[in-house]
C-alpha cells in the first residue's frame, strides 16, 4: 500500500497519471468514477460510457465536474485528451481502442456485453479491472488466458467481497497462518425475491431492482464466491454453499468441521452473523508458540482462528486495483488456472416450455454455486448464460437448467467463450 501511496504521488507530481476509462456508468461506474475525479492521486478519469449517454454524463456532473466532450471514436478521444478534456461515449470500442487509455473498468453487471468489453479491452493491452463478478465467474478463466497472452492484468475489484477476501488471504499467508475457508457475511436470502418485491428497496438505495434482486435470492452471493474459489483453487462443500447462521463472525470455527477443511478448502457464508457488511477467513497454525501469542491476544484458542474485516466500500476502493495493476501488474483477484466452480441456474417458479429466461435478478431463475466437476458432469447451465435463453420443456421450481433444457441466442459471444473455456480447461478434481 504504502509503494502504491508513493508512486501515485510521483505520477502527481510529473504529471503522468493513469488513465483510466470506465464502461457502465451504473451504480458502481459512478461510485468508480466519483474517486477518480475527487480523491485519487496519479490517475485520471479520462471517458466514460454507457448506452444511456446521460448517464456518463451524471458521472461527472455528480461531483460539479464541467460537462464533458462526447466523442463516437478512439481518435476523437485521443483529441478530448490531447486538449485537456474529459468525455463521454455510448461506445465502448472508442474506450477500448484508445491509446490515451491505460485501464478499462468493466462496470455494466452484464455478461455478453461486459464481454464483448472485455475482450475488446484485452485485444487492445488494456489492463482490465472487473467490477462485474456475474462476468468473472462466468468467464473469467478464458479471460484471464487472453490477458495473459496480452500481456496485462485481469482482475477483479479490491472493495468487493471476493477481492476483500482474496487480500485477507493473502495476509493470513504471510503471517505463517494457513487458509481453510474464505468466507462471505450475509443477512438476507430468499431465493424467490424479484424485480418487484425489491423494486422499493432498489429505488431507496439508487440502484437497479435487478441488480438488487440478484444480492437478495443467492445469485450475487454465488457469484462473488465462485469468482474467489476460482482464485484460490477451492470448492464448496455442499451445492449452494452451508451458510450456517450464528450472531457473531467469531462463531465461525464452531459451525465447520475443520477436518474436512483441513483435507480441502472450501468458500462458504455465515447468516446473520455482525459484523453484517464483513468478510473472514478460517486459518490454522501449528506452531504451538504461534497459538499462544493468538491468545495472549484474545484471538482464540486456536488451533483455528478468525480472520476477519468489518467492511467493504466497493467502487470507493476499486482505484486502489487500477493502481496495482498499472503500476506493480499485480491482481486483486484473478483465476488461479482451471475453474473450481461454477455458478447453476435454478428455477424461481414453474416454467413452461416455450418462455423466455430473463437472467441474473429477474423473475425466471436463481443462481448456487456447485463444483465445476459437477456442473460440467451433468452439462448445467450457468447462471450468466441464461439471459435470452428459450425454454424447450416445463421445468420445476427449484429444478436446476442443464443445456438440455434450454435453446440458446443464436450468435453471442459469451457462449463462444464458454465453449472455449470449457474445451480449454480440463474439470477441476473436487
Not at 493491452?125 to 496480452?150: F, M, Q, S
Not at 470448492?235 to 477443511?261: H, I, K, T, W, Y
Not at 504461534?290 to 480472520?307: A, Q
Request: proline content about 6%.
Amino acid at each position: 500500500m504504502i509503494l502504491v501511496d508513493r508512486e501515485l504521488e510521483r505520477r502527481a507530481a510529473a504529471d503522468e497519471p493513469i488513465r483510466v476509462g470506465i464502461v457502465g456508468a451504473g451504480f458502481a461506474g459512478r461510485g468508480v468514477a466519483m474517486q477518480l475525479l475527487t480523491a485519487a492521486r496519479g490517475m485520471k478519469l479520462v471517458v466514460v460510457c454507457n448506452r444511456t449517454i446521460a448517464h456518463a454524463e451524471e458521472a461527472y456532473r455528480q461531483v460539479g465536474v464541467d460537462t464533458p466532450v462526447r466523442i463516437d471514436s478512439a481518435r476523437e478521444l485521443e483529441r478530448a485528451v490531447a486538449a485537456g478534456s474529459q468525455a463521454i461515449t455510448d461506445d465502448p470500442a472508442a474506450v477500448c481502442e484508445a491509446l490515451s487509455v491505460d485501464v478499462v473498468v468493466e462496470a455494466t453487471g452484464e455478461i455478453e456485453f461486459g464481454a464483448t468489453v472485455a475482450m475488446r479491452a484485452l485485444e487492445n493491452g488494456k489492463h482490465l479491472v472487473l467490477v462485474n463478478a456475474e462476468l468473472d465467474a462466468t468467464l473469467g478463466p478464458i479471460l484471464k488466458t487472453y490477458a495473459d497472452r496480452a500481456g496485462v492484468v485481469f482482475t477483479d475489484t479490491d472493495g468487493d467481497q471476493p477481492g476483500v477476501l482474496m487480500n485477507l488471504v493473502r495476509e493470513a499467508e504471510l503471517l505463517g497462518f494457513r487458509p481453510l475457508l474464505a468466507g462471505n457475511i450475509k443477512s438476507l436470502l430468499d431465493h424467490y425475491r424479484t424485480p418487484e418485491t425489491q423494486r422499493a428497496f432498489a429505488e431507496a438505495v439508487f440502484q437497479r431492482p435487478k441488480m438488487i434482486t440478484s444480492f437478495a435470492d443467492g445469485t450475487k452471493i454465488a457469484a462473488e464466491m465462485a469468482t474467489l474459489a476460482n482464485g484460490l483453487g477451492f470448492g464448496v462443500s455442499v451445492r449452494g454453499m452451508q451458510g450456517p447462521a450464528c450472531s457473531r463472525v467469531e462463531e465461525a470455527p464452531a459451525l465447520f468441521d475443520l477436518e474436512e477443511l483441513a483435507e480441502r478448502p472450501i468458500v462458504d457464508y455465515v447468516l446473520g452473523a455482525e459484523p453484517s457488511f464483513g468478510v473472514f477467513v478460517l486459518a490454522s497454525a501449528e506452531e504451538p508458540l504461534v497459538h499462544r501469542y493468538m491468545k495472549i491476544y484474545k484471538m482464540g484458542d486456536g488451533p483455528v482462528y478468525t480472520f476477519y474485516r468489518p467492511f467493504h466500500i466497493g467502487p470507493l476502493e476499486t482505484p486502489l486495483t487500477i493502481a496495482r495493476a498499472a503500476i506493480f501488474g499485480d491482481a486483486a483477484l484473478t483465476p488461479a488456472g482451471p475453474p473450481t466452480c461454477d455458478v447453476l441456474a435454478l428455477a424461481k417458479r414453474d416454467l413452461a416450455a416455450g418462455e423466455r429466461l430473463d437472467g441474473v435478478g429477474g423473475f425466471a431463475c436463481y443462481g448456487v454455486i456447485e463444483n465445476t466437476s459437477v456442473a460440467r458432469r451433468d452439462n448445467l447451465l450457468p447462471m450468466g448464460l441464461t439471459d435470452g435463453c428459450t425454454v424447450v420443456r416445463d421445468v420445476r421450481k427449484d429444478e436446476v437448467l442443464s443445456f438440455a433444457e434450454v435453446e440458446l441466442p443464436p450468435g453471442r459471444l459469451c457462449d463462444r467463450l464458454w465453449r472455449e473455456q470449457v474445451d480449454r480447461f480440463p474439470v477441476a478434481a473436487h
